[in-house]
Structures are given as structure tokens and as C-alpha cells.
Nanobody, 124 residues
Framework: EVQLVESGGGLVQAGGSLRLSCAASGFTFDDYVIGWFRQAPGTEREGVSCIRRSDGTTYYEDSVKGRFTISSDNAKNTIYLQMNSLKPEDTAVYYC?????????????????WGQGAQVTVSS
């Protein structure tokens, strides 16, 4: 059974940091691109960042470049999203997702499996 489990969300003040984790199981991790997406109330889901596990290639949306860092722990089958200099507009439910393939892009249709989400709230 494929599982993606997010953890590490919470409440933080503007300017603070949080690290999200996505623990994956049930599939061959190296064959996938793992992405982070987020959705705020009343808005559409948007891509944040993704990483190709096989060679570490990463991609970031402009809104988070320079503030967020995606990384992979191969031994633990876990992807991390380090979020620094958080802003109130970063408040959302954050989801990790897995896409079988090589395209390092945040097109939702590419992603086959999704986690349950983790709430991130940034207060002003």
C-alpha cells in the first residue's frame, strides 16, 4: 500500500521557520518525483517545490524561492521542506505527492499519490 505521511506543521510567527516531513512507503522511491503543494481556504491548490529522487534535481515556485528548501533523506525515504522567513500568505494545508516519472514540474495531473496534508499557520 502506497502511503505518504506529512508531519511538522504548526503555528509560527511571521519571520519564523518550520520543517515539514513527508515519509513515503509502498513504492520504489527512486523512480518518483516528490512534490509539495499547498491550499489555503477559498483558493486553488498550488505547487510549492519538487525534487527528483534519482539525482536530486529540484524546482521551486517563484513565491518561495530563496525561502524554502526541499531535500531528501534516501535512507529514511523521507522528503523535507524547510520553510524559512515565513509570511502570513504561506498559511495553508501543505500536501506532499508522488509522481512516477522524471519531469521535475508541479503539474498536479502528474502526481499519482497524495498525503493527507499538514496545516501550517503563520501569524502576523
Amino acid at each position: 500500500e502506497v502511503q505518504l505521511v506529512e508531519s511538522g506543521g504548526g503555528l509560527v510567527q511571521a519571520g519564523g521557520s518550520l520543517r515539514l516531513s513527508c515519509a513515503a512507503s509502498g513504492f520504489t522511491f527512486d523512480d518518483y518525483v516528490i512534490g509539495w503543494f499547498r491550499q489555503a481556504p477559498g483558493t486553488e491548490r498550488e505547487g510549492v517545490s519538487c525534487i527528483r529522487r534519482s539525482d536530486g534535481t529540484t524546482y521551486y515556485e517563484d513565491s518561495v524561492k530563496g525561502r524554502f528548501t526541499i531535500s531528501s533523506d534516501n535512507a529514511k525515504n523521507t522528503i523535507y521542506l524547510q520553510m524559512n522567513s515565513l509570511k502570513p500568505e504561506d498559511t495553508a494545508v501543505y500536501y506532499c505527492a508522488a509522481a512516477n516519472g522524471i519531469l521535475v514540474r508541479l503539474w498536479g495531473v502528474l502526481y499519482d499519490y497524495w498525503g493527507q496534508g499538514a496545516q501550517v499557520t503563520v501569524s502576523s
